[in-house]
């Protein structure tokens, strides 16, 4: 049984930051890859970041450079820190991780940048 909860959204000024959360309660958390994603109104879901069991991470062209993924495995938490917000960055966005061929999100949380 997987179980993702995101945490940290909100409203922010262009410019701003925030600091996303995702908190799993699963068994060997440390050695599956963890990733997020983001759905804006009428767009389709889009990968965003994504860190390895080795603390590798990987990110889409559109956030590289601004958003920062990390994990703390000891509390089986990952996080996504936000910088330098956009507009075009209002979405939910998803925490997701895969076991065999299933794959677990959470519900979500609403990040609006706007002023």
């Known amino acids: 049984q997987v179980n993702l909860v995101e945490s940290g959204g909100g409203l922010v000024q262009p410019g701003g930051s925030l600091r996303l959360s995702c908190a799993a309660s699963v068994t060997l958390f440390s050695i599956y890859p963890m990733a997020w994603y983001r759905q804006a109104p009428e767009n389709e879901r889009e990968f965003v970041a994504s860190?390895?069991?080795?603390?590798?991470?990987n990110y889409a062209d559109s956030v590289k450079g601004r958003f920062t993924i990390s994990r703390d495995d000891s509390k089986k938490t990952v996080y996504l820190q936000m910088a330098s917000l956009k507009p075009e960055d209002t979405a939910v966005y998803y925490c997701t991780t895969d076991r065999g061929l299933q794959t677990y999100w959470g519900p979500g949380t609403q990040v609006t940048v706007s002023s």
């Open positions: 860190i390895g069991r080795s603390g590798t991470a």
